[in-house]
């Protein structure tokens, strides 16, 4: 390997998220962020406007460990779930929570979703939250499902746009905690989840070299038209860290 090659290597690396090493921590510091909480309430509540059939067929993309598909499996009890996650570790913290759950109607997909694929309109609602800005191929992902939703479905999505700030965050949930009265929590989870943190420091350098997506408002909304959605709703979230959208498939 030549000396360019090395280095495009190592940078590579410095800049691109171990997600195995993410999933470790990720529900705990997920519990202590009243912000991520917000994200999924928005989700709920939107559910009774949408007029989803009883037996609704959802699909999220870049799943993770499976919260969102745990809360919409209370409010949609008769739903089949489709989980696609590229990281095996994700999935098997999935699949635990699913099975401690009862939860048998959820088929886990170990892939990325660009190799993803399913027939035309399999579902009735797609879920993408906070994983968008990480596909290489974010427009053939979004055309994709597109063409996976029937006609009326819904896509739910939120997506990082904006640059992180690691200090930002953990002072943020340090207040949260306070005010909760978890700071004794708060201070084992910070020093169990510090390859979270490690992470997420790798995330502002692949949004500072490209790797990451990031985008206004605006423009996130011109990539969902441009993949054939009809843009229903769309306005930042996340403590303004990202963009949420409601589509529709005409």
Excluded at 35 to 40: E, G, R, S, V
Excluded at 127 to 151: E, K, M, S, T
Excluded at 214 to 242: D, I, M, P, W
Aim: aromatic residues 10%; proline residues 2%.
């Amino acid at each position: 390997m030549s000396a360019i090659e090395q280095e495009a290597a190592t940078t590579r690396k410095s800049d691109e998220m171990d997600w195995d090493a993410y999933a470790r921590s990720y529900d705990e510091m997920c519990a202590l962020n009243p912000a991520y909480q917000q994200n999924i309430e928005m989700l709920i509540r939107r559910l009774p406007q949408w007029n989803l059939p009883d037996d609704a067929r959802v699909c999220d993309l870049g799943a993770g460990t499976g919260n969102y598909i745990l809360q919409l499996s209370e409010h949609l009890p008769n739903a089949s779930f489709w989980h696609v996650d590229a990281d095996a570790r994700m999935i098997d913290i999935a699949n635990g929570k699913y099975h401690a759950a009862g939860l048998s109607r959820v088929t886990t997909l170990h892939r990325t979703a660009e190799e993803t694929t399913f027939p035309e309109q399999s579902f009735d609602l797609i879920i993408c939250i906070n994983a968008l800005y990480a596909f290489p191929d974010r427009g053939g992902v979004l055309r994709h499902a597109h063409g996976w939703l029937r006609n009326n479905g819904r896509l739910f999505i939120i997506d990082f746009g904006r640059r992180q700030s690691t200090l930002d965050w953990t002072f943020y949930l340090f207040r949260e905690s306070i005010k909760a009265n978890r700071v004794g929590r708060y201070a084992r989870a910070l020093i169990e989840a510090r390859e979270v943190i490690k992470q997420n420091i790798k995330t502002s350098k692949g949004q500072e070299s490209g790797r990451y997506w990031l985008h206004s408002t605006e423009a996130f909304k011109q990539s969902l038209s441009e993949a054939g959605f009809n843009v229903l709703e769309a306005s930042r979230c996340y403590r303004n860290y990202a963009d949420m959208a409601v589509c529709v498939k005409a």
